[in-house]
């Protein structure tokens, strides 16, 4: 898998977290299609850091989203990715420039029609 693939698997499985509230390493490998151990350390620490921070990633997004929007408007697949995005900044071991683009692309496969401009001006900011 690539990373790009890797990140698509980090997201999926923090929008099924935001849905069921399940097991964090059973939804990672059942997500992965592997073993926990066998996954790049950096896609794992990217799902517990989103998971872990959603409430101050939340206060980050509240900040700069759309007048008359918020977090819990949003669909849990849109949270997903920019709870991750956010997750990503934190770890600082990609460029911003990557997340963003990255994360635009899953919304673009993921999102209704025009909701990557939404992800890209929201992560943009923060």
Known sequence: ????????????????YLLVKRDTKQLIED???????DIPEYFVKVIHTAIDNEEKY?????EVIKKGWSYDRLGA???AILINGCAEFDL????A???INESVEL???YCDEDTYK?????????
């Open 1 to 16: 898998m690539n990373r790009s693939e890797l990140r698509e698997k980090a997201m999926i499985t923090v929008y099924q």
């Open 31 to 37: 997500a992965f299609e592997m073993e926990q151990k």
């Open 58 to 62: 939340k206060e980050y997004i509240n």
């Open 77 to 79: 697949i849109e949270k």
């Open 92 to 95: 600082k071991e990609v460029e």
């Open 97 to 99: 420039a990557v997340i």
């Open 107 to 109: 919304a673009k496969k």
């Open 118 to 126: 939404l992800i890209n001006r929201i992560l943009d900011v923060i």
